[in-house]
C-alpha cells in the first residue's frame, strides 16, 4: 500500500482511553514525598491544591487503560485527531532512505499539545463542581491551553505569567485574555509571595518558581479554586498518551512499524505521551523501537542531570519527586529562547532513562534553530523552536540512515507552531543568537540546592 501524506483517521477511532504507562512497568517510579513526614503522599495531602481525579489518576500506577469521559471526548473531536503526516519533502531533501512521520499537535488555536490535558484538567474541575483554576505559565503556551480549555467549560482562571515573558510575548497575553482568563503578570501586588519578592527586588522579571507560588496560593485560599499544572506530572503524561494511541491507531491501519521514535523533552509530557503505547509493548518485549529525547544543551536535565529527589519549584513547597534534575535553584540562561527550560523531568520516564530504556541527547540552540528553518522551508510548517530540538535529531538519523544505506522507520512528535516566537526567529535571521552551555561549576550550584535527605544520600 502507497502511503498517503496524510495517514487519515476518522472521528471515531479517537481513543477513548488514556494509556497508562506505569501500569505496563515493572520497576515502577519512586512515590512522590511529602516533603515534611518524607512519607509517600496521599490523596488527602494533595486535595487542597489539586482537583481530585486527576490525584487519583497521579497516584494510580496500577491501570492500564483509564477511560477518557464522553465529555470530555466531544471537545477533543473539535480538534483532534491529529495530522499524522509522512514527511515526503523532508526525506527527498535529505536524500534518505528512511520513512519519516511526524504526529503534528499544533493544529489547536493555543498553537501545542498542552490543550490536550489543559481540557481534560478543566473537565475534572468542573465536574468537581469548582468555579475557578490557577495557573502558572512560562512562555505561554500552556497558559493559551488553559484559557482555551476554561472558556469552553466555563470555568474562571487567572494565569500568573512571568512578567519578562508577558512583557516579551504581548500577543500570548492577548491571547490568553481574549479567551477570557486574568492574567496577572508575576511577581505581584496581589499575593504574599508576590509581595515578599517584590520588596526585596521591585524590578524583578519574575520566574517560573515564583509564578508558581503565586498561583498556589491563591488557589488555596480561593472558595471552589484549584491549581493545574501542564507537565511533569504523571497525570499530564497520561492525557498525553492520546498522541501515541492516536499516532499507533494509525500506524497499524497502514502497517508501518516505527524504528526509532524521538521527541523533545521540557518536562516530558509531550514525549511520554507519544512514545506511552510503543515503550508499553517495548518493556513487554514485543518490539526493539529506539526511544530518543532530546533536550536543550543550555538545560540538560537528562544528560547531565542527577536521579535524585527534587523539588518540582524554585521555593521549595512541592512535594518531592525522584527525577533526573539539575536542581530547583538552578537558573536556564537568559539568551536561551528555545523553551524546555525546567530544571526536572517527569518521574516516569526518568526511571525508564535510568532503567536503560530511552536515550537522550542534548542540542545547542543555533543547531535546533538551524533545523527549523530547513524543517520551515521543506515541509511549510514553522515549528515551535521546543518541537525543533526533535528535528534537529530527526535530520541527524536520516543522514546517518543515508550514510549506511538504512530504511528505518523514524517518527518524531512536532509538538507545536512557532507563530509567537517571533523574536527567536528574527534573532536567528538576523544572526544574533547565541549558545549556551553550562560548565560543571553553574551546575555546581544547581545541584547544591538538592535537599539534603536520607534517600539522596
Ligand atoms: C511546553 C511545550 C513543550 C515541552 O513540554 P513537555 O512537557 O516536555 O512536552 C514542547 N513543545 C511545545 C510546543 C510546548 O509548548
Known amino acids: 500500500m502507497k502511503i498517503p501524506t496524510r495517514l487519515y483517521l476518522s472521528e471515531d477511532e479517537i481513543p477513548t482511553s488514556w494509556y497508562n504507562l506505569r501500569a505496563f512497568m515493572k520497576d515502577k517510579p519512586e512515590p512522590m514525598l511529602h516533603p515534611g513526614t518524607l512519607r509517600p503522599v496521599t490523596a488527602a495531602d494533595l486535595s487542597p491544591v489539586f482537583c481530585d481525579e486527576p490525584i487519583k489518576q497521579e497516584l494510580d500506577d496500577s491501570t492500564p487503560f483509564i477511560v477518557i469521559p464522553e465529555g470530555l471526548q466531544s471537545f477533543f473531536r473539535a480538534y483532534r485527531p491529529a495530522?499524522?503526516?509522512?514527511?515526503?519533502?523532508?526525506?527527498?531533501?535529505?536524500?534518505?532512505?528512511?520513512?519519516?512521520?511526524?504526529?503534528?499537535?499544533?493544529?489547536?488555536?493555543?498553537?501545542?499539545?498542552?490543550l490536550n490535558s489543559a481540557a481534560?484538567?478543566?473537565?475534572?474541575?468542573?465536574?468537581?463542581?469548582?468555579?475557578?483554576?490557577?495557573?502558572?505559565?512560562?512562555?505561554?503556551?500552556?497558559?493559551?491551553?488553559?484559557?482555551?480549555?476554561?472558556?469552553?467549560?466555563?470555568l474562571s482562571l487567572t494565569v500568573y505569567m512571568v512578567k519578562i515573558s508577558s512583557e516579551q510575548k504581548p500577543y500570548r497575553k492577548t491571547l490568553i485574555e481574549t479567551y477570557g482568563a486574568n492574567l496577572v503578570p508575576s511577581p505581584s501586588s496581589t499575593t504574599e509571595a508576590g509581595r515578599k519578592i517584590l520588596a526585596e527586588d521591585p524590578g524583578s522579571n519574575g520566574s517560573l518558581g515564583c509564578a508558581i507560588s503565586e498561583a498556589v496560593e491563591t488557589a488555596v485560599k480561593t472558595e471552589s479554586c484549584r491549581y493545574v499544572l501542564g507537565s511533569v506530572m504523571n497525570h499530564v503524561l497520561l492525557h498525553q498518551s492520546i498522541i501515541g494511541m492516536?499516532?499507533?491507531?494509525?500506524?497499524?491501519?497502514?502497517?508501518?512499524?516505527?524504528?526509532?521514535?524521538?521527541?523533545?523533552?521540557?518536562?516530558?509530557?509531550?514525549?511520554?505521551?507519544?512514545?506511552?503505547?510503543?515503550m508499553g509493548e517495548r518493556i513487554e518485549n514485543k518490539n526493539d523501537i529506539h526511544f530518543i529525547a532530546v533536550e536543550p544543551a543550555s538545560c540538560p536535565s537528562f544528560t547531565r542531570g542527577r536521579f535524585a529527589y527534587d523539588f518540582g519549584d524554585t521555593v521549595q513547597t512541592t512535594p518531592l519527586v525522584k527525577m533526573y534534575t539539575l536542581g530547583s535553584g538552578f537558573m536556564p540562561s537568559p539568551n536561551h529562547a528555545g523553551g524546555l527550560r525546567y530544571?526536572?523531568?517527569?518521574?516516569?520516564?526518568?526511571?525508564?532513562?535510568?532503567?536503560?530504556?530511552?536515550?537522550?541527547?542534548?542540542?545547542?540552540?543555533?543547531?535546533?534553530?538551524?533545523?527549523?528553518?530547513?524543517?520551515?522551508?521543506?515541509?511549510?510548517?514553522?515549528?515551535?523552536?521546543?518541537?525543533?530540538?526533535?528535528?534537529?535529531?530527526?535530520?541527524?538519523?536520516?543522514?546517518?540512515?543515508?550514510?549506511?544505506?538504512?530504511?528505518?522507520?523514524?517518527?518524531?512528535?512536532?509538538?507545536?507552531?512557532?507563530?509567537?516566537?517571533?523574536?527567536?526567529?528574527?534573532?536567528?535571521?538576523?544572526?544574533?543568537?547565541?549558545d549556551y552551555i553550562p560548565t560543571d561549576t553553574d551546575l555546581t550550584k544547581g545541584f547544591a540546592s538538592l535537599p539534603n535527605i536520607p534517600q539522596n544520600r
Open 120 to 154: 481534560a484538567q478543566a473537565f475534572y474541575a468542573k465536574a468537581q463542581g469548582l468555579n475557578a483554576l490557577t495557573t502558572e505559565t512560562g512562555a505561554g503556551q500552556w497558559g493559551s491551553a488553559m484559557a482555551m480549555a476554561c472558556a469552553f467549560y466555563k
Open 246 to 278: 492516536e499516532t499507533k491507531a494509525a500506524f497499524d491501519k497502514y502497517n508501518v512499524k516505527p524504528d526509532v521514535i524521538i521527541g523533545c523533552a521540557g518536562g516530558g509530557s509531550n514525549l511520554g505521551g507519544l512514545i506511552a503505547p510503543f
Open 343 to 434: 530544571h526536572g523531568m517527569n518521574p516516569t520516564l526518568s526511571k525508564l532513562y535510568h532503567d536503560g530504556y530511552l536515550e537522550a541527547r542534548a542540542e545547542t540552540q543555533t543547531d535546533v534553530f538551524n533545523a527549523a528553518v530547513y524543517f520551515a522551508k521543506v515541509e511549510g510548517i514553522l515549528p515551535a523552536p521546543e518541537s525543533s530540538h526533535a528535528i534537529k535529531v530527526v535530520i541527524d538519523e536520516a543522514l546517518e540512515c543515508k550514510r549506511r544505506g538504512d530504511k528505518k522507520v523514524i517518527l518524531f512528535g512536532l509538538t507545536g507552531t512557532g507563530y509567537f516566537d517571533m523574536s527567536a526567529y528574527a534573532a536567528y535571521n538576523a544572526n544574533t543568537m547565541t
Open 83 to 114: 495530522p499524522l503526516i509522512r514527511a515526503y519533502f523532508l526525506e527527498k531533501e535529505l536524500g534518505t532512505p528512511a520513512e519519516i512521520y511526524y504526529k503534528f499537535e499544533g493544529t489547536n488555536t493555543s498553537g501545542s499539545h498542552k
